[in-house]
């Protein structure tokens, strides 16, 4: 029982407290990479919490034999004795629910947020090749319209997509970022990202991080993306074609993944500071806390089997 609130709780510290930090913590800006990985260690090491928290509700615990016979005898028994009372019965069911709940909606909602993204890139892609014309590169289209934009269209058939406003304001270094940018959403496969942190997301909803996750993790994208341009045509071209670039709005469709959204001027002030990435050994550091924490949910669930072994606090009478 105190291993399942301790569990409970660890999810709602990670959370709250844990998401707030790594949605404002100063070194993500010099390493997205790898605050984008401490972000899928925080989001599954919670979902692992609530999972594994309302399984030991459900299970009560039994004592470990050397006999494989007296093993089942004794969870038969612990089970037995848990759930006769009217109160208990009703904790460990709601442990058994929360457990299964939990583990079959993460499926579903993967399944549901692919169908959906996947049907609005499909008719989104089919528009294009309507309306769109052949770009200045293979794999991308312009599109004639009179606001400055370019996106990328994640899938197979996705494309780089950049409007003729666009190709007039920028210049050519400036339009070597732009397509260096979002060349970068394509070949990282970052709508997939995006996918999986929605439904992640959804699967934690009653959690704050459910909130900041998604716009985190897509700002993190786009900054990895900057660099891509960075280091294609420079900070300067980069910088300057961000400022040209318009930010297509709240309504942009999911499947998009624009040069010129999601905190702009936080990415502005990241590259006029210029490239700092993180020494070797505080990545190392992060990298490690960022293990510990997806591991520490197993390890604390872990305790009373470990428990168990040395003690028999389930006895065969």
Request: aromatic content about 6%.
């Amino acid at each position: 029982m105190r291993t399942a609130v301790a569990l409970f709780g660890y999810a709602a510290v990670m959370g709250s407290l844990g998401a707030r930090w790594l949605s404002g913590a100063r070194w993500r800006l010099r390493a997205p990479r790898l605050a984008l990985w401490i972000w899928a260690f925080v989001l599954l090491s919670s979902l692992t919490s609530l999972v594994l928290a309302g399984l030991l509700l459900a299970a009560p615990d039994s004592g470990f034999t050397t006999s494989l016979a007296d093993l089942m005898h004794a969870c038969a028994a612990a089970m037995d004795q848990a759930y006769r009372a009217p109160g208990d019965a009703l904790l460990h069911a709601g442990g058994a629910v929360l457990a299964l709940g939990i583990t079959a909606w993460v499926p579903v909602q993967f399944a549901v947020s692919w169908w959906s993204v996947s049907r609005q890139r499909a008719r989104h892609a089919r528009d294009l090749r309507l309306i769109a014309r052949p770009g200045p590169l293979p794999g991308v289209v312009v599109l004639d319209h009179h606001v400055p934009a370019a996106y990328c269209l994640g899938g197979r058939r996705g494309a780089v997509v950049v409007t003729s406003a666009a190709l007039v304001v920028l210049d050519a270094a400036e339009l070597e970022a732009v397509l260096a940018h979002e060349a970068a959403h394509r070949t990282g496969r970052h709508h997939l990202v995006l996918t999986a942190t929605r439904a992640l997301s959804k699967c934690l909803a009653l959690l704050p991080m459910a909130r900041r996750a998604v716009s985190a993790v897509h700002e993190l994208l786009e900054m990895m993306a900057d660099d891509a341009a960075v280091a294609a045509a420079g900070s300067g071209a980069t910088r300057s074609a961000l400022l040209k670039i318009a930010d297509p709005g709240s309504g942009r469709p999911q499947v998009m993944l624009s040069a010129g959204d999601t905190a702009v001027l936080l990415r502005l002030h990241r590259l006029q500071d210029g490239p700092r990435p993180l020494r070797r050994m505080s990545s190392a550091a992060l990298m490690t806390a960022g293990l510990a924490v997806a591991a520490l949910p197993l390890l604390v669930a872990a305790a009373p089997a470990m428990t168990a072994v040395r003690w028999d606090y389930c006895p065969l009478s």
